[in-house]
């Protein structure tokens, strides 16, 4: 392959040597080739003189449009490969920091998840009962002692039937919690909450 600063030059030579050989190749021929003056050129009759050096110079400027034709195309041929030389190095550019994103963004998902699994790990292995949800009031945790204590795990309920279906009732009167009443959805809406009591008696266990 030839590097790109070669491509101009080697073609401008390639451009002059051929013009060099078009050019003799003519003279060579008018060099051979013997006419006679005021001969006959056609059938009607005309008779035309040629004059050699008019045509030397003919055949000359023809050669030299062909390799000015020649150079040209050459230059832009040129510059239509440096230019795709240079989109081809800034794809391969974009395309590397393309994949060093994905890597970054791979180990970052990594780190994520093993942190994750660690959290998870430790939550499961508390002795208090840890429950929570996210910002839609869908419950997405309760780890081994919140589902030893309700007899059940989460689920997709509304905030309105978290009372109902897990037996939240009231440390007082034991009667059962209003949704407004319930400490996980208290804290959902905002509020801080501390050292609150409330009582939790799942139907069939102890």
């Known amino acids: 392959t030839t590097p790109p600063g070669w491509v101009l030059p080697r073609k401008a030579a390639s451009a002059v040597l051929m013009g060099r050989a078009i050019s003799g190749m003519h003279y060579i021929g008018m060099a051979a080739a013997t006419f006679a003056p005021h001969a006959a050129m056609s ?56 994949r060093q994103e994905v890597r970054e963004r791979l180990k970052a998902e990594e780190a994520l998840e093993r942190e994750k699994e660690f959290l998870v790990g430790v939550l499961e292995n508390l002795h208090d009962g840890i429950v929570a949800c996210d910002a839609k009031g869908t419950l997405t945790l309760f780890n ?43 804290a959902l809406m905002g509020e801080t909450l501390r050292d609150g009591e409330i009582v939790v008696a799942p139907k069939g266990l102890p």
């Open 144 to 186: 081994r002692a919140a589902r030893e204590m309700h007899g059940a795990g989460e689920e997709s309920l509304p905030p309105e039937a978290w009372a109902h279906r897990y037996d939240l009732r009231s440390a007082e009167d034991r009667t059962l919690l209003a949704p407004h009443e319930v400490p996980l959805y208290r």
């Open 43 to 98: 059938a009607a009759g005309h008779a035309h003189a040629f004059d050699a050096r008019l045509m030397g110079v003919a055949i000359a400027v023809l050669s030299l449009l062909l390799l000015s034709l020649t150079l040209l195309v050459a230059t832009v041929d040129a510059r239509l490969a440096s230019r795709a030389a240079d989109h081809a190095h800034e794809l391969a550019r974009s395309i590397a920091l393309l």
